[in-house]
């Protein structure tokens, strides 16, 4: 029933910005905290920002000060907006309902690569 379409990934140099978009369908996305995650292949996904159903955001310490969540609760749309790209980010990225019921749902997510 939930639906998570990232988009918005690409190739970027080092130091360049990409804003990652998610649309979610099958929830009342209001009312659910929501997350941003990241996975290297070979290695385990990883939290890079969550964002509170009230709009309370966390970061992990490698993306803070770079990247910004945000949400629009009318579009349904989970946003990440990343600056300040190190190689170290590249990674496919995915959204998350934070929430028990659906923690085992991800989508496609959306590819970063950041190289010169």
């Known amino acids: 029933q939930v639906r998570f379409v990232e988009s918005g990934g690409g190739l970027v140099q080092p130091g360049g910005s990409l804003r990652l978009s998610c649309a979610v369908s099958?929830?009342?996305?209001?009312?659910?905290?929501m997350g941003w995650y990241r996975q290297v292949p070979g290695n385990q996904r990883e939290m890079v920002a969550r964002?509170?159903?009230?709009?309370?955001?966390n970061f992990a310490e490698f993306v803070e000060g770079r990247f910004t969540i945000s949400r629009n609760n009318v579009r349904n749309t989970l946003n990440l907006q990343m600056n300040n790209l190190k190689p170290d980010d590249t990674a496919v990225y995915y959204c998350?309902?934070?929430?028990?019921?659906?923690?085992?749902?991800w989508g496609q997510g959306t590819r970063v690569t950041v190289s010169a």
């Open positions: 099958g929830i009342n996305f209001r009312l659910f905290d």
């Open positions: 964002i509170s159903s009230g709009g309370s955001t």
């Open positions: 998350h309902v934070d929430a028990e019921r659906w923690r085992q749902y």
